[in-house]
C-alpha cells in the first residue's frame, strides 16, 4: 500500500513539473554556442543570436541577464571560416538532472515493489543513477559541421535558425 502511494505521489509530481514547464514555454529557447573556425586556430564560446543568409552572429557575454538590456555585442562569423557550430541549450545539464532524478526515484520505487530489499536503498539508488544520467544527458551538444561549405550551411539553416535567440 504505501508503495503505490509513493508512485501515486511521484507520478504526481512529474505530471506538474510537465505542466508548470509547459506554462513557462514563452520564454525564448537561449543556446550556448561553440564554434570552431578552420582557417585559424579560434575558436569562439557564446550564445547563438542570429542566423543570416551567409553567416551566424554569436553573442559574447558572459551572463545570459544581459540580452535584456540591449547592451551586449555580436561576432559575426562567415559560413566559409566555419569549421563546425555545436549547441546546448542553457541549462540543460540541470534539466536533466532534475527530470533523471525523478525518474530514478520513481524507477527505485517501482522496483522495490518487486524486492524484498530495502526501500530507502532503491530509492537512494534510483536517484543517485537517474540524476547523474541525466546530467550526463543535458551536457550532449549537438554537432553541425558546416567545413567552409553553403551547401552544408543551407542542409542545417532551418535547424540552426530554431536555435537563434532572434529568429525565436
Known amino acids: 500500500m504505501k508503495n503505490s502511494k509513493l508512485i501515486l505521489v511521484v507520478s504526481l509530481i512529474l505530471l506538474f513539473i510537465n505542466v508548470s514547464y509547459a506554462q513557462h514555454q514563452k520564454k525564448p529557447k537561449i543556446y550556448k554556442t561553440w564554434v570552431t573556425l578552420n582557417s585559424e586556430p579560434f575558436s569562439t564560446t557564446g550564445f547563438l543570436y542570429e542566423i543570416k543568409d551567409s553567416s551566424i552572429l554569436v553573442s559574447n557575454l558572459p551572463s545570459i541577464k544581459d540580452f535584456s538590456t540591449d547592451k551586449f555585442q555580436t561576432i559575426e562569423l ?17 534539466r536533466g538532472t532534475i527530470i533523471g532524478a525523478v525518474a530514478g526515484i520513481a524507477l527505485g520505487a517501482a522496483t522495490d515493489l518487486y524486492g524484498d530489499g530495502d526501500k530507502a536503498n532503491s530509492i537512494f539508488l534510483g536517484l543517485s543513477y537517474g540524476a547523474g ?4 544527458i ?29 529568429n525565436n
Open 78 to 94: 562567415p559560413i566559409y571560416k566555419i569549421e563546425t557550430i555545436k549547441t546546448r541549450r542553457l541549462k540543460s545539464s540541470l
Open 138 to 166: 543535458g551536457l550532449i551538444k549537438v554537432k553541425f559541421p558546416i567545413n567552409g561549405s553553403m551547401d552544408n550551411y543551407h542542409r542545417n539553416y532551418n535547424k540552426l535558425k530554431k536555435k537563434a535567440l532572434k
Open 133 to 136: 544520467l541525466g546530467a550526463l
